[in-house]
């Protein structure tokens, strides 16, 4: 297909106005990309740089001034965040992990069509999506069976997004009915059926969806603010949120003078990149994932 | 394959079908049983917990024991000065970033599609795509220090001769500082759903418009756009069924008592007054309010659209 595009790309080549478009195309995605690039940029040099000379700098900054690895030192040894990294990996994977066995098997029950109240249970898992008991019931739910300030609650609530059941029974849509009907001719109960022959034909889509769950719970922080007061539990998001929005200091020194307050500046950039860094190692190598789960998600349910 | 079923069951009476279905697909309820629990506990209880909206709830008496109130509540909310400004910073943030934050996908994702190398178009999306995977907390940080007194931006306009002004505490600023930071984030996201549908547009369709004699630009006017049109008013629809609904995690991430007036929306209303002020039934029925309005834009636009394109979400 891509071979089909080049050809069309040639139509345009001996126009004076097209070959103008073109640079002027490209001059402007080069800007948008410096433009969405150099705010990661700014706190990185920021992260880097001596603090004193960074008040007096002007105008814009392109390389660290004056390299230190003092922030970093401090922040890496703060024992809050390895806490908080140690929590978020736990809901990340162990989230993650329930999410995809519970999304599975719902997509799965989503795609029966040929059982009596499909109907009924696609319509009351759909309705979700659009209408919600809201913040506060929900808040009062959730202390009622009891996962209020435990890491459960970080999970359990989000169980099931009905969005991604949506995406996977959709995959589960496009396999061909034959092929369950032969495992099951061959004595294959459902359950083996499911998990050893459906799931991976779509893995593309249950890579995808892993991915959106992933991703939202290493972000996550809204459940942790409204359900969880023990600061043993804090995620990574809740402890940077405190750093760097409530302006809660790494650094316990008594003096409110100008060194202990720029000192506390660069460690906020350097919790910034400690924090990010990972996700955004990680990005490239997910990414393509991601841009199919969106494609798959936009086809009308 | 419902219709010839439907045939096969036709004969059968209700409960021969019961027991049919039972039987074949045990195993898929017990399943659903399973994940409905989830639903009935986690989703559909907290809508049975909406009552609270019309109660006076005492933690110490209970849901069912508190004082039922009738709709004193929403009395109360429809009178205050709450209501009018947090509509208009509600509808002025989301109309903003329909504009903004609605279009720019589009457009960018039709320059995107018109570059012609392939590996300056791929690295392109990836540095767009990539503000989106920053968590909200950490992008909202950088926001606020780009717009601090000595931030950034403030560096950028000492550097041209301006001024510097405090940003942060400005409410005339704070809906631009909400949309365009998300634009920064989102730019690149958005527009996967709109390079998907450009990647699907018929090439030959593209060549017989050259053919005739259309230049490209005139290729994209009259072939590119009406055939992502479809794609357009479906992000369109959902995002005008959105337009009473802001997110209140980003709102309390970058708002102060100073900006209130202009940054305070109802789910950041709802969290402030019912989590924080520990007022349940009063944001309660906020919430509410709020989320039966939301469905009804939704419903609403969504047959306005059937009507006039024959496209719908559902």
């Given at each position: 297909?891509?071979?089909?595009?080049?050809?069309?790309?040639?139509?345009?080549?001996?126009?004076?106005?097209?070959?103008?478009?073109?640079?002027?195309?490209?001059?402007?995605?080069?800007?948008?990309?410096?433009?969405?690039?150099?705010?990661?940029?700014?706190?990185?040099?920021?992260?880097?740089?001596?603090?004193?000379?960074?008040?007096?700098?002007?105008?814009?900054?392109?390389?660290?001034?004056?390299?230190?690895?003092?922030?970093?030192?401090?922040?890496?040894?703060?024992?809050?965040?390895?806490?908080?990294?140690?929590?978020?990996?736990?809901?990340?994977?162990?989230?993650?992990?329930?999410?995809?066995?519970?999304?599975?098997?719902?997509?799965?029950?989503?795609?029966?069509?040929?059982?009596?109240?499909?109907?009924?249970?696609?319509?009351?898992?759909?309705?979700?999506?659009?209408?919600?008991?809201?913040?506060?019931?929900?808040?009062?739910?959730?202390?009622?069976?009891?996962?209020?300030?435990?890491?459960?609650?970080?999970?359990?609530?989000?169980?099931?997004?009905?969005?991604?059941?949506?995406?996977?029974?959709?995959?589960?849509?496009?396999?061909?009915?034959?092929?369950?009907?032969?495992?099951?001719?061959?004595?294959?109960?459902?359950?083996?059926?499911?998990?050893?022959?459906?799931?991976?034909?779509?893995?593309?889509?249950?890579?995808?969806?892993?991915?959106?769950?992933?991703?939202?719970?290493?972000?996550?922080?809204?459940?942790?603010?409204?359900?969880?007061?023990?600061?043993?539990?804090?995620?990574?998001?809740?402890?940077?949120?405190?750093?760097?929005?409530?302006?809660?200091?790494?650094?316990?020194?008594?003096?409110?003078?100008?060194?202990?307050?720029?000192?506390?500046?660069?460690?906020?950039?350097?919790?910034?990149?400690?924090?990010?860094?990972?996700?955004?190692?990680?990005?490239?190598?997910?990414?393509?994932?991601?841009?199919?789960?969106?494609?798959?998600?936009?086809?009308?349910? | 394959?419902?219709?010839?079923?439907?045939?096969?069951?036709?004969?059968?009476?209700?409960?021969?079908?019961?027991?049919?279905?039972?039987?074949?697909?045990?195993?898929?309820?017990?399943?659903?049983?399973?994940c409905l629990l989830y639903y009935v506990v986690f989703r559909y209880a907290p809508m049975g917990?909406?009552?609270?909206?019309?109660?006076?709830?005492?933690?110490?008496?209970?849901?069912?024991?508190?004082?039922?109130?009738?709709?004193?509540?929403?009395?109360?909310?429809?009178?205050?000065?709450?209501?009018?400004?947090?509509?208009?910073?509600?509808?002025?943030?989301?109309?903003?970033?329909?504009?903004?934050?609605?279009?720019?996908?589009?457009?960018?994702?039709?320059?995107?599609?018109?570059?012609?190398?392939?590996?300056?178009?791929?690295?392109?999306?990836?540095?767009?795509?990539?503000?989106?995977?920053?968590?909200?907390?950490?992008?909202?940080?950088?926001?606020?220090?780009?717009?601090?007194?000595?931030?950034?931006?403030?560096?950028?306009?000492?550097?041209?001769?301006?001024?510097?002004?405090?940003?942060?505490?400005?409410?005339?600023?704070?809906?631009?500082?909400?949309?365009?930071?998300?634009?920064?984030?989102?730019?690149?996201?958005n527009s996967i759903v709109y390079l998907a549908a450009l990647s699907a547009v018929s090439a030959?369709?593209?060549?017989?418009?050259?053919?005739?004699?259309?230049?490209?630009?005139?290729?994209?006017?009259?072939?590119?756009?009406?055939?992502?049109?479809?794609?357009?008013?479906?992000?369109?629809?959902?995002?005008?069924?959105?337009?009473?609904?802001?997110?209140?995690?980003?709102?309390?991430?970058?708002?102060?008592?100073?900006?209130?007036?202009?940054?305070?929306?109802?789910?950041?209303?709802?969290?402030?007054?019912?989590?924080?002020?520990?007022?349940?039934?009063?944001?309660?029925?906020?919430?509410?309010?709020?989320?039966?309005?939301?469905?009804?834009?939704?419903?609403?636009?969504?047959?306005?659209?059937?009507?006039?394109?024959?496209?719908?979400?559902?």
């Open positions: 297909m891509t071979n089909v595009k080049t050809k069309t790309w040639s139509y345009g080549r001996s126009s004076v106005g097209s070959r103008f478009f073109d640079i002027g195309n490209t001059v402007l995605m080069i800007l948008i990309c410096l433009i969405t690039l150099y705010p990661l940029w700014y706190v990185a040099c920021c992260s880097l740089s001596d603090p004193m000379q960074l008040t007096q700098h002007r105008g814009v900054l392109l390389a660290p001034l004056g390299i230190t690895l003092h922030g970093y030192e401090t922040v890496l040894g703060y024992k809050a965040i390895w806490k908080a990294y140690a929590v978020t990996l736990f809901e990340v994977i162990v989230g993650t992990s329930l999410n995809m066995l519970f999304t599975i098997l719902f997509a799965f029950v989503l795609s029966r069509k040929n059982m009596m109240w499909h109907k009924l249970i696609t319509i009351l898992a759909v309705f979700t999506m659009y209408f919600s008991g809201g913040m506060i019931p929900t808040f009062l739910v959730v202390k009622a069976v009891g996962l209020y300030d435990s890491l459960w609650s970080l999970i359990i609530p989000g169980l099931i997004s009905t969005y991604n059941a949506i995406i996977l029974r959709t995959a589960f849509y496009s396999i061909p009915d034959e092929l369950e009907e032969s495992a099951s001719l061959d004595g294959a109960g459902k359950l083996r059926i499911l998990f050893q022959i459906l799931v991976p034909i779509i893995q593309p889509s249950i890579a995808a969806v892993a991915l959106f769950y992933a991703v939202g719970h290493w972000n996550e922080w809204t459940s942790a603010l409204l359900y969880i007061r023990n600061p043993e539990y804090r995620p990574l998001q809740i402890v940077l949120r405190s750093i760097l929005i409530q302006g809660e200091n790494i650094e316990v020194t008594g003096g409110q003078d100008l060194q202990t307050e720029l000192n506390n500046m660069l460690l906020k950039y350097c919790v910034i990149m400690v924090s990010t860094i990972p996700i955004l190692i990680v990005y490239p190598f997910i990414q393509k994932y991601f841009t199919k789960g969106v494609m798959v998600g936009a086809v009308k349910g | 394959m419902k219709a010839s079923e439907q045939k096969l069951i036709q004969g059968e009476s209700f409960r021969a079908r019961l027991y049919k279905d039972w039987k074949r697909n045990k195993a898929i309820y017990g399943i659903a049983f399973f917990g909406i009552v609270i909206a019309f109660k006076n709830y005492r933690a110490a008496l209970g849901l069912a024991g508190s004082e039922w109130v009738g709709l004193k509540w929403f009395k109360e909310f429809f009178s205050s000065f709450y209501l009018p400004r947090l509509v208009r910073n509600t509808l002025t943030i989301n109309l903003l970033n329909l504009v903004i934050g609605g279009l720019t996908p589009i457009l960018f994702a039709l320059l995107v599609n018109e570059i012609r190398h392939p590996i300056f178009k791929r690295t392109v999306q990836t540095v767009s795509y990539m503000p989106h995977f920053i968590s909200m907390v950490v992008a909202c940080s950088i926001v606020l220090n780009i717009i601090s007194y000595n931030g950034l931006l403030n560096q950028l306009r000492e550097f041209l001769g301006l001024e510097a002004i405090s940003f942060a505490t400005k409410p005339a600023y704070f809906p631009w500082i909400y949309v365009i930071s998300d634009l920064w984030q989102e730019l690149g996201f030959e369709l593209l060549d017989a418009a050259a053919i005739d004699g259309c230049n490209r630009f005139q290729r994209v006017l009259h072939v590119t756009i009406p055939a992502i049109t479809p794609t357009i008013i479906i992000m369109m629809l959902m995002r005008i069924g959105r337009i009473m609904s802001v997110g209140y995690e980003k709102i309390i991430l970058l708002y102060n008592d100073a900006v209130l007036e202009t940054a305070d929306v109802m789910s950041s209303f709802v969290y402030r007054y019912g989590m924080l002020g520990g007022n349940y039934s009063y944001s309660a029925a906020v919430d509410l309010f709020n989320n039966v309005i939301n469905v009804l834009i939704l419903i609403l636009f969504n047959r306005i659209s059937r009507k006039v394109s024959d496209i719908s979400l559902w």
